[in-house]
């Protein structure tokens, strides 16, 4: 059953690098992940959660329209681009009345001409195909291994799922795209990284980002080398398909 909380504010612009501005309707993502997840650290750390169980409790925050009608004219000039969402997911499984407000969420704001971006590890809604064909929607993966994706996504769709959902909004003219972040290093899975880049070869953007805040990553030998080979094999792999490609800071180095 889903949780309720309110909130003061939605609209915030965000610090993240390929982001613009967001919003985050929920607390919380029952997706679990334990990469670990950045968001469920941050939400601990500042006291929006005490414990894992909590965090893998959504909460929808039941004000979020009333809000956007107050904050969307403030922000409209502004936004470029309306992503859902940086501590969250606007899709997760389980958990109808999340992925219907985010499709009302991103409804309204393609009324007042805002595009909108999408990120999951759960299914894109294929009613997504019927609204602007400026927006984005994008899934995570970083692994076609499922025993790996359910010990380190325990709660999120399959990835192959996941790809042939994002392939049918392709197939419906949408912007798609693919997030490969956090990527392991092969101390904790060892798997073929041009298998994932062939699966998701229909896409129209990559982005590609290493593994933080985790420990097993720095016992593994020739780290910066590993994540510079993967860099160049994307880049090399998005031109030749003609696919917009981003690294993230710290993932190529000298």
């Known amino acids: 059953m889903t949780k309720f909380i309110q909130r003061k504010t939605l609209i915030y612009k965000t610090a993240v690098e390929y982001g613009?501005?967001?919003?985050?309707?929920?607390?919380?993502?029952y997706h679990g992940c334990k990469y670990p997840c950045y968001a469920f650290l941050m939400a601990k750390r500042f006291g929006r959660v005490k414990s894992y169980e909590q965090w893998?409790?959504?909460?929808?925050?039941?004000?979020a329209m009333d809000l956007l009608d107050k904050e969307i004219p403030k922000f409209k000039d502004r936004i470029k681009t309306l992503h859902l969402c940086f501590t969250t997911d606007p899709f997760m499984n389980e958990y109808e009345e999340i992925s219907n407000m985010s499709v009302e969420i991103i409804k309204k704001a393609n009324s007042k001409g805002i595009k909108c971006s999408?990120?999951?590890k759960g299914l894109l809604p294929l009613s997504l195909a019927e609204l602007s064909k400026e927006n984005e929607y994008g899934i995570t993966?970083?692994?076609l291994d499922e025993t790996f994706r359910e010990k380190i996504e325990p709660n999120a769709a399959p990835y192959q799922e996941r790809i042939n959902r994002l392939k049918e909004l392709s197939e419906k003219?949408?912007?798609t795209w693919v997030s490969i972040e956090p990527y392991p290093t092969p101390n904790i899975i060892k798997q073929d990284f041009s298998s994932i880049l062939e699966a998701i070869g229909f896409v129209d953007k990559i982005i590609f980002g290493?593994?933080?805040?985790?420990p097993?990553?720095?016992k593994y030998k020739g780290v910066k080398q590993y994540y510079n080979e993967l860099s160049k094999q994307v880049i090399?792999?998005?031109v030749k398909r003609n696919i917009e490609y981003h690294i993230k800071n710290g993932t190529l180095t000298e």
Do not use: W
């Open 20 to 29: 613009d501005y967001t919003l985050n309707h929920v607390q919380g993502c």
């Open 210 to 214: 290493r593994t933080n805040y985790n």
């Open 141 to 143: 993966l970083i692994s």
């Open 216 to 218: 097993e990553i720095t």
């Open 118 to 120: 999408a990120l999951t």
């Open 236 to 238: 090399d792999f998005s």
């Open 173 to 175: 003219d949408c912007k």
């Open 56 to 63: 893998i409790e959504p909460s929808l925050v039941e004000n």
